[in-house]
């Protein structure tokens, strides 16, 4: 899926918001790991897998 410029935008101004949210806080709480990580997976051998509420950008 290829975004458009404004919807780049659009995407990028909203990340920035909820780091901003959490450039300066002191203590992880569990709403700060709900907004930022989708799931936690255990998998074969103890490894851990982390889903990510948002995206790298495609290379």
């Known amino acids: ?29 569990p709403e700060m790991l709900h907004r930022l990580i989708k799931k936690i997976e255990i998998v074969q051998k103890g490894r851990v897998k982390i889903f990510y509420r948002f995206s790298l950008p495609a290379a």
Do not use: C, D, P
């Open 1 to 29: 899926m290829k975004l458009n410029q404004s919807e780049s935008v659009g995407h990028l101004q909203k990340l920035t918001i909820e780091l901003k949210k959490f450039a300066s806080f002191e203590e992880l709480t």
